[in-house]
């Protein structure tokens, strides 16, 4: 077996073949914006230039600066990635919709990246479709099950979505009136143990309006997550990453953005009343 082949798109059903979205399969995947080529698959940033987990409410504030584009490894040996995703004609609700819309058949998430995903799946499926709720609350503490491509076997993983105000951030300055138009937290862990499967990441997803879209600002955590309302530092303090462990994170994140910035609003312009 010689692992994945990462040339090839992810096999499809012929029921797949007839759902109105696989168009979307069917078209090459968007490149990474060219100007962030140097950062993504360049050296590692300054970790001074990094914001530490406990100081993650800041990216609330309209004068933080928050458009880096890196990856380090931090000074207490966990890793964190910053990216920057701008999404021509998005909005708010769209990136809100999509995060919840995904995860209710395995070909809505295939599309964002063809050639290595195979599958999201909601673990709260009824919750997801109820129409009782608004669209954050449909994915607000549910989990979907990601299956991707991995070097030896496919790699499982969970992404457990959190309402922001319970992993410590302000509501108050998060929604359609705010800087914040959007925030989408998520605990992410790995199916195993370390050091066979990754540590427990936090990521935030961050939306904000520019002219002619929005910007997805996402940091992601790797080796912090927050249980029970409280900050925890999931890597054994004698752990130590270096920059090569947040660097594939970063690669995956532009990776998908970059084909979601290229589909999602023709996607939910299609399907947003398509549960």
Request: hydrophobic share 40%; with cysteine; glycine share 6%.
């Amino acid at each position: 077996f010689m692992g994945p082949n990462f040339n090839q798109k992810t096999p499809v059903s012929e029921e797949d073949k007839q759902k109105s979205y696989f168009k979307f399969y069917e078209r090459e995947a968007a490149p990474i914006f060219p100007p962030k080529m140097g950062k993504v698959f360049g050296p590692p940033m300054n970790p001074m230039a990094a914001l530490p987990f406990a100081e993650r409410a800041k990216i609330l504030d309209a004068d933080y600066a928050n458009d880096e584009i890196g990856y380090c490894a931090m000074f207490d040996g966990t890793g964190y990635v910053s990216d920057v995703n701008f999404i021509p004609g998005g909005t708010a609700e769209m990136i809100d919709w999509w995060y919840n819309w995904r995860g209710l058949d395995p070909l809505r998430y295939v599309i964002a990246n063809p050639n290595e995903f195979i599958q999201s799946r909601t673990m709260q499926s009824a919750k997801a479709v109820d129409e009782d709720l608004t669209i954050q609350e449909r994915y607000w503490d549910t989990t979907q099950t990601v299956i991707k491509k991995g070097v030896m076997k496919p790699a499982v993983s969970y992404l457990n979505f959190k309402y922001p105000g319970n992993v410590g951030f302000d509501m108050s300055k998060i929604g359609a009136d705010q800087y914040t138009k959007s925030l989408i937290c998520i605990r992410y862990y790995d199916q195993g143990q370390p050091p066979a499967a990754g540590p427990d990441t936090f990521i935030v997803h961050q939306v904000v309006e520019k002219d002619g879209g929005v910007e997805v600002r996402t940091k992601m955590w790797i080796g912090y997550t927050v249980r029970y309302g409280l900050d925890y530092k999931a890597l054994p303090d004698e752990f130590r990453m270096t920059p090569v462990v947040p660097q594939p994170y970063l690669i995956a994140n532009a990776v998908e953005w970059a084909n979601v910035a290229a589909i999602l609003p023709e996607l939910y312009a299609a399907e947003k009343d398509n549960l």
